[in-house]
């Protein structure tokens, strides 16, 4: 018996490690046209660049190009995953959506995983498609940090903002809130073996358990936390092809390992002795959860707004598609018309130019926020 959850497991990892090498398959643009994205534009460089990947449910299709619309800018790099599990017309209405915005063509940065991965909550194939996402962007484009959305995800500060308070950060920064305080996940998260049908199916179904549990590793100490980080382009490159086998040992562990996108970054980070140093517990996202055990996040609406900006965060989630909230944020913090982009010196009506910032009071709220969390004695209280 024991065998066979062994050979099980085995062949289910070997699938996830295939996932992360599929050839990249990109629509709009190609490749090839990437490396010369700049070169017919005028003005001084942005002093960082984000990569961003955000992902798209099926249903999601309104919500992807609303938060699309919210978190561009020319100096980022955009990568779409919609799920395999999506119907035809959502992954046709996508690419029409992006293929339609003239921004997006002039500038180059936004692509569509063509070939798009099974996604299952919970799941090991949420990792799956993160690392993949991680290792096309990191293949196709020069960037300082990468972020991970969700379509339910929307910003609190406009991409100028974002850019001028990132901007005075050592490079090598990574937000990934974690924790080694497991509770009730030791035994619940810890010991369990589970199986993903998404690994090998082309059909979506429920995660598979296996009776026999496991007892918790002895060689690498377990952390958990949210599944949003931000990461350094030089933590990414190491989650991808990492010098140490660290990454592909974890990532062997964890393909059997219930919610494993909120384990995997935190272990990694907190024991690896070249990047321990680098991380900050902070996903820097609103959230409000459920009731106790705290597993779902709830939907946010009006009367959170207060909270929302006096928490000084970029990103908030998770937003139910066109709620009234969404407007106000438009309107008062993004200064975002209909349809349009957010407020950036890019796109001004009046002295347009690629290269300058024009920030507003979020910026000034997210350079409080980063000043608080960058503080030495914090930076020494990681990964307990």
Known sequence: MEMKIFLISFILTSLLLS???IPTHLTIPTISTISNRNSTFVGDPYPVTF???????????????????ALYHPANYYLIHVDRDA???????V???????????????VWIVGKSNLVTYRGPTMLANTLHGVSILLRVAKWDWFINLSASDYPLVTQDDLIHGFSDLPRDLNFIQHS???GWKFNKRGKPIIIDPALDSLNKSNLWW???????????????GSAWTILSRSFAEYSIMGWDNLPRTLLLYYTNFISSPEGYFQTLICNSHNYINTTLNHDLHFITWDSPPKQHP???????????VQSNRPFARKFKNDDPILARIDTDLLKRPKGGF???GWCAEEDERYGVLKTGPGAKRLRALLSKLVASQNLRRQCR
């Open 19 to 21: 996932l992360l090498y």
């Open 51 to 69: 990569a961003y990947l955000i992902s798209s449910a099926k249903g999601e299709t309104e919500r992807l190009k609303r938060a699309i619309l």
């Open 87 to 93: 119907s035809e017309k959502e992954h046709r209405e």
């Open 95 to 109: 690419a029409r959506f992006v293929s339609s915005v003239a921004a997006f063509g002039r500038f180059k940065n």
């Open 180 to 182: 080694s305080h497991l």
């Open 210 to 224: 296996v009776i026999k549990q496991r007892p918790l590793p002895t060689a690498f100490k377990l952390y958990t």
């Open 298 to 308: 709830r939907s946010l609406g009006l009367k959170d707004y207060r909270k929302m």
């Open 342 to 344: 957010s407020h950036g």
